[in-house]
């Protein structure tokens, strides 16, 4: 049997039980509504303000955003920065000017393009949080009230509409044409129609995705109408549970292995503690973490840095270990020589040129060392069709029977009914994709103004119905782009007509 989590508050650190006896998608409403004391007319003000304390706010744990000390250090350590400031540092401690104002130029120009572009990034993260429903439409004593998302509890009846993204996880009590888009939750980019009126059994072991009386936080609503019970709350919401686990970190200490009797010995907690201390080292060095291009470029600094003193000691040895100070700085350029000090600059400023085109392509770059990660992508592997689409539709061509047809062509946003050229034929679509294919080649006719169509009755009337019986919506934004909302089907009609 499915458990719900227990429900955590992020202030205190305190952690209660779920009050659901079982899985919500197992309960009927009525169970639901029993369980969390609330009933159709809502919780009072009361009874929130208590559950509020108890289960905490309905907010994910954010981490407490981008640290700027955090990134710093990151860049800096891994072994082959690491090996260029101790390079710095020698130089100036032997006072060569002209040496130390490279590798100081190198060090600070890897450590500047590394820092500003990760820390961008997490800056331009941090602020799509405020995608999720800054506020939620509830029933409270008997009374339609719109609060803030993070006030909702558990017993909190929510209504939601088209184009509303879901505060939190519900139990639908009453659905009408309901649909959701959970794309960013299961990656099924259609939308999912649900039931209220549906009671799961335990031994039918149902998934997250096809559980289709409940709705969760951060879908969105593309289609109806609906109302139901707040089940559960922030982190323990089923996107909250994927943050947790994003979130998690494996343990940095070795377990002392047992023997076959099950008998931990001494030898064992003495060999977890050299691979404990090992790890640790590694992982300072990058030996043993980040992709493929970091471990080698680690491993490729020490070996050059071992090199680099093995140089220097045979100049030194060359020279009676002379403490002359043109000894000591041939030896040191020596070893220096041996570092691709502009090895790291290359390669920090290709990732960034990398992480410009990303950018050009909408996508956000958290860290430059993914791109190398992607790069060695040969195979993508989908488990069905539509997972990697957009989920949105173009109506390309419509048909109205004793006048022609109409086609649309060159569309590169589907949401913009001014995009896109529109060609008519007095055919049907099958005969007019006969008649481009015939040696009587007949070219549809390109529409310049569609005023000269839609005075037409029959088009007038085949216009109005697309439109009007129709719950998607298109619109404009200041900033000149074209936007909408409702089921992907009704869009690209709606777009279609609105041409």
């Keep these: 049997m ?47 303000s208590s559950k509020l304390t108890t289960y905490g706010r309905n907010e994910l ?40 104002g490279v590798v100081v130029a190198v060090v600070v120009m890897n450590i500047t393009v590394g820092f500003v572009q990760e820390y961008a990034a997490e800056k331009t993260m941090e602020s799509l949080r405020t995608l999720s429903s800054p506020t939620a439409r509830v029933v409270r004593s008997s009374q339609t009230k719109v609060i803030v998302t993070a006030e909702l509890v558990p017993g909190d009846v929510v209504e939601l509409k088209v184009g509303d993204t879901i505060p939190a996880d519900i139990r639908l009590i009453e659905c009408m044409n309901f649909e959701t888009d959970e794309a960013l939750l299961t990656g099924e980019s259609l939308p999912v129609v649900k039931e209220a009126a549906i009671i799961f059994k335990e031994d039918q072991n149902v998934g997250v995705g096809d559980r289709l009386n409940l709705a969760y936080s951060s879908a969105t609503v593309t289609k109806g109408r609906a109302k139901g019970y707040v089940y559960a709350t922030g982190m323990n919401t089923e996107i909250g549970h994927i943050a947790r686990s994003l979130k998690g970190k494996s343990s940095r200490f070795r377990r002392p292995v047992p023997k ?61 270990f002379s403490n002359n100070s043109e000894v000591i700085i041939y030896a040191v350029a020596t070893a220096l020589s041996m570092i691709p000090a ?37 195979n993508v592997c989908s488990d069905k069709t539509g997972t990697i689409t957009q989920g949105k539709m173009v109506a390309k061509r419509a048909y109205i029977p004793a006048y022609g047809t109409f086609t649309v062509d060159d569309i590169r946003d589907p949401m913009n009914p001014t995009d896109g050229s529109i060609t008519f034929s007095t055919l049907s679509p099958v005969d007019a994709d006969d008649r481009m294919r015939g040696d009587d080649r007949v070219e549809p006719i390109k529409v310049s103004d569609v005023a000269t169509h839609t005075k037409i ?18 619109h404009q934004g200041p900033n000149g782009q074209w936007a909408a909302r409702g089921d992907p089907t009704e869009i690209g009609i709606q777009v279609f007509a609105s041409r």
């Design 61 to 100: 744990e954010d981490g407490g955003g981008p640290s700027a000390i955090r990134i710093f250090i990151k860049q800096v350590v891994n072994a082959m920065m690491l090996v260029l400031i101790l390079a710095m540092i020698v130089t100036f401690v032997i006072k060569s000017w002209i040496s130390a």
């Design 2 to 48: 499915t458990t719900p989590a227990a429900q955590t508050d992020k202030k205190t650190n305190s952690t209660s039980p779920s009050p659901l006896p079982k899985a919500p998608h197992l309960l009927s409403p009525e169970d639901v509504a029993r369980a969390l004391s609330t009933d159709p007319e809502g919780l009072s003000d009361e009874q929130a």
């Design 260 to 320: 076959e009797s099950g008998k931990v010995t001494f030898g064992a907690y003495v060999r977890a503690a050299f691979g404990t201390i090992k790890d640790t080292v590694f992982r300072f060095l990058g030996l043993n973490v980040g992709t493929p291009l970091q471990r080698k470029l680690s491993k490729l600094a020490l070996i050059l840095f071992a090199i680099a003193v093995v140089f220097a000691i045979i100049v030194l040895a060359a020279n009676d």
């Design 457 to 474: 009755p029959a088009i007038e009337s085949f216009l109005r119905v697309a439109s009007l019986c129709n719950l998607a919506t298109v």
């Design 342 to 378: 502009s090895l790291v600059v290359v390669l920090t400023i290709t990732m960034s040129m990398g992480t410009k085109r990303m950018v050009k392509r909408n996508v956000i770059v958290r860290n430059m060392n993914a791109l190398e990660s992607l790069g060695a992508v040969t």
